[in-house]
């Protein structure tokens, strides 16, 4: 496992993603990219979906990319990878290109949960050898905070809003992850920005895969959640210790824990400093939802405990 | 509701939905077009209506049409990426006959292009991106007030005539706030789904036996081939192209004494009214043509006009749509001048008033106007 | 560009690219960072820095990095970048690689 030297030699390499960019002060999306991509020793092809890291690593006339780097559509970065991956298949059958090149594939909740699911769920079937990382960050944020597939039960968006009759969403959040495992892929994984030692292990063992892989990275958006920007990295750490979003990974099939908090923070603390859960809390609080969504994270820990249980057995 | 407001472009045409009875929308996040979801993701609840957000434009324009056969009048909003992967279910609307409304604010393209700059560039896409030969009304506004106007209007010919119904809007128009005074309730008619609609509709619960498929069928519903189905396609294209000359929808202002001549529609119409008073106080005989609807196009009424022309100017924000169908309807009778501008920004009164200058003073046409 | 030098190891900022956001000065460990009074990133003293690159590595923007004398390294500014307006102009004061 690497620690904080083994990370900072990462930082010695020739810089993939840079400065140069416009996304919002605070935001978590460079870091995931960064950390995604200072773990990788081969050369890589990315592929972006359309987001906030699309439009705002390539304003002209700067470019953040330092590697060969491809925007097709919001809905299709696992089939535009797959495109490039089979060409440079061809290319080595040929004999005509020796070199080990690695693919990537970045896309937000959005280009990942709701319209890129067809794409990815192609890919990943047929096999393509690509990473796809999924910058989970619960919202449209580009097109200014909608709701998706990902956005948590009870937050506010602009079309989940909080009124009389609503507390925001009222649907809960799709697990993509779990759905990624049903393709019986070889390495699935969650990561946060909260947690660079995991990610970049997570990185690691995805790029030396051979077949497609996946890692859903959560990296807070200041602005669409509504905290301070210097709050990025604890939030999401928060989102670790109370257990919403758990580090885990899943290798050709066996699910394993990566982080346990030594002591389990209630929910209400990871959501309490978002103004997009303020409604929870103000005028009055609402105790009955804060319930319910306490309900929600310990059933859904207990069922990735009782996974990684069963995995643990059987590899004995 | 008839009070002075400040209102956006998204927000009139939101509460024209609303006004019309629209209570169903659904829809997926696009710039320039969020604002409306936005806007009835909080309003629709308060009139008993259903917004959602689906997981894709393919979805949402699939969710309008259930919504539309399920008994209630249904709308999506959407841009350029978002309508062209809608064009599969248009036509799916447009063979079906079901009524729904789709909004489209332009942006610059192709693909993601300049997502916050306004462009005119889908006006062959709405009539013709779809496959196939189908029947669609296209509508166009120019002002805050049209925008809710438009909407409304959208919604009657829909259900008037059970057909797709397009309102094309533009990334400036959708954005820009003005001091308007929108219609009061009962100000302006409202076509229901009833028994007097012209093309009668049954929804689905109420007594008979619906079948709805894309597959072409004939009256009965059954899929059919051959001639019936020649029968059928050749009927739901009529129904439109015959009500042309009733459907058309324009303004026309100083076409008495005209001379020279410019068509305009959609937000160019702005620039263009403030570039024909110029002309006219300059003395040149300058008529101006503001389209409201686009398709079914109204070739009779250019034919005729473009006969007593010496020069016709189409400006619009792209390199040359709409301008065909003018020239294939002047058939040759005026010159036509193309004035298009492409790079994200708006054509300007000056603009429009140098190419009158130089192209009708000098007898210049298309192809040689210089395009910027 | 600024430069803090102590023995092979050098501190680098870019307050140009710096968007005030804090991330660097909260987890600085040794507390060395600061937003000066236009809102951008600078280092209050250099002595207790340990160069452990946790403010490069949280950096959203890459307006601050370490860099070390004794092994060539690169620099940020990708060499393939396209021109940056007023960017990585001129040489970095008081700082020179060794060799």
New interface residues.
């Given amino acids: 496992m690497p620690n904080t030297k083994a990370l900072a030699s990462y930082e010695e390499r020739e810089k993939r993603f840079t400065g140069a960019h416009a996304l919002c002060a605070g935001c978590g999306t460079p870091i995931a990219v960064r950390a995604v991509l200072n773990a990788i020793e081969e050369p890589v092809v990315v592929v972006t979906a359309t987001g906030c890291l699309e439009v705002a690593t390539t304003r002209y006339p700067t470019t953040a990319w330092n590697v060969p780097w491809l925007h097709v559509a919001f809905e299709n970065a696992a089939a535009v990878a797959s495109g490039v991956e089979s060409a440079y298949r061809v290319l080595r059958r040929r004999g005509k290109i020796s070199k080990e090149i690695r693919f990537v594939a970045f896309a937000g909740d959005g280009g990942t949960y709701d319209i890129g699911l067809q794409a990815l769920s192609g890919a990943l079937e047929r096999g393509h050898r690509f990473l796809y990382v999924c910058c989970d960050n619960e919202a449209y944020m580009n097109t200014g905070n909608q709701r998706s597939g990902a956005t948590p039960f009870a937050a506010q968006t602009s079309t989940a809003p909080v009124g009389q009759e609503s507390f925001g969403k009222i649907q809960r959040r799709k697990d993509l992850t779990e759905i990624v495992v049903a393709h019986r892929i070889p390495f699935v994984a969650q990561a946060s920005i909260g947690d660079w030692y995991d990610l970049a292990n997570k990185v690691r063992k995805a790029i030396s895969t051979d077949g497609p892989s996946f890692i859903n990275v959560m990296s807070s958006c200041p602005r669409g959640w509504g905290h301070d920007a210097n709050q990025t990295v604890k939030i999401t750490r928060l989102a670790l210790e109370t257990c919403f979003w758990p580090l885990f990974e899943v290798e050709d099939g066996r699910w394993s824990l990566n982080y346990v908090p030594e002591e389990r923070l209630p929910i209400e603390i990871w959501l309490r400093p978002q103004k997009r859960f303020a409604h929870l809390f103000e005028p009055q609080e609402k105790t009955e939802l804060l319930r319910e969504i306490q309900k929600q994270v310990d059933r859904d820990w207990e069922r990735l405990l009782q996974r990684c249980e069963v995995s643990a057995c059987a590899s004995v | 509701m008839s009070k002075q407001e400040f209102v956006q472009g998204n927000e009139a045409c939101a509460r024209g939905a609303l006004y019309a009875g629209c209570r169903f929308f659904a829809g ?4 320039p077009s ?1 604002e409306i ?2 806007y009835l ?2 309003e629709m ?1 308060k009139v008993g209506g259903v ?1 959602v ?1 689906l ?2 434009e393919i979805a949402s324009i699939s969710a309008v049409i259930g919504a539309a056969w399920g008994g209630v009048k249904a709308m999506t909003a959407t841009s350029g ?1 978002g309508f062209s ?1 809608m064009q599969e279910n248009i036509g799916y609307a447009a063979i079906t006959e079901t009524p729904c409304v789709i909004v489209d604010c332009q942006r610059w393209g192709p ?2 292009g300049q ?1 916050t700059k306004a462009a005119q560039g889908d006006v062959m896409q709405a009539r013709w991106g779809t496959h196939g030969d189908h029947p669609v009304i296209v509508l166009t506004a120019s002002w805050v007030r049209e925008v809710f106007e438009m909407t409304v209007h959208a919604f009657n010919l829909a259900e008037q005539y059970r057909v797709p119904v397009i309102l094309l809007l533009d990334e400036v128009l959708a954005h820009l706030r003005e001091n308007v005074t929108l219609p009061a309730a009962g100000e302006l008619e409202i076509v229901e789904r009833t028994e007097d609609t012209e093309e009668k509709m049954l929804n689905f619960g109420e007594g008979a036996r619906l079948m709805v498929t894309g597959m072409a069928h004939d009256e009965t519903g059954f899929p059919a081939q051959g001639e019936k189905a020649a029968q059928h396609l050749k009927r739901i294209v009529g129904k439109i192209e015959e009500r042309a000359e009733r459907l058309m929808r324009y303004q026309g202002f100083y076409l008495d004494d005209a001379d020279y001549l410019i068509i305009s529609y959609g937000i160019t119409s702005r620039a263009v009214e403030a570039a024909v008073e110029r002309l006219r106080a300059g003395g040149i005989p300058i008529g101006w043509l503001d389209l409201k609807i686009l398709w079914p196009f109204p070739e009779k009424l250019i034919r005729e006009i473009s006969s007593q022309m010496k020069y016709i100017l189409v400006p619009e924000l792209n390199l040359g749509q709409l301008v065909r169908e003018v020239e294939r309807a002047a058939a040759g009778q005026a010159p036509i001048a193309h004035l298009g501008r492409v790079d994200g920004s708006l054509i300007t009164p000056e603009e429009i008033c140098k190419h009158v200058h130089v192209g009708a003073l000098s007898g210049q046409t298309r192809g040689s106007a210089p395009t910027s | 560009m600024q430069a803090y030098k102590i023995g092979s190891y050098a501190l680098f900022l870019e307050p140009k690219r710096c968007k005030g956001c804090l991330l660097c000065v909260y987890s600085c460990p040794k507390q060395i960072l600061f937003l000066n009074g236009s809102g951008k990133i600078a280092v209050r003293e250099i002595e207790p820095c340990i160069f452990c690159r946790i403010c490069e590595m949280r950096c959203p923007d890459f307006a601050i990095w370490v860099e070390k004398a004794l092994t060539p390294s690169p620099s940020p500014v990708p060499t393939r970048s396209l021109p940056v307006h007023g960017e990585g102009q001129g040489g970095v004061e008081g700082w020179r690689k060794p060799g």
């Fill in positions: 997926y996040p696009i710039t969020s979801m936005e993701a909080r609840p917004c957000q997981e894709d990426p992967l693909s993601t997502p």
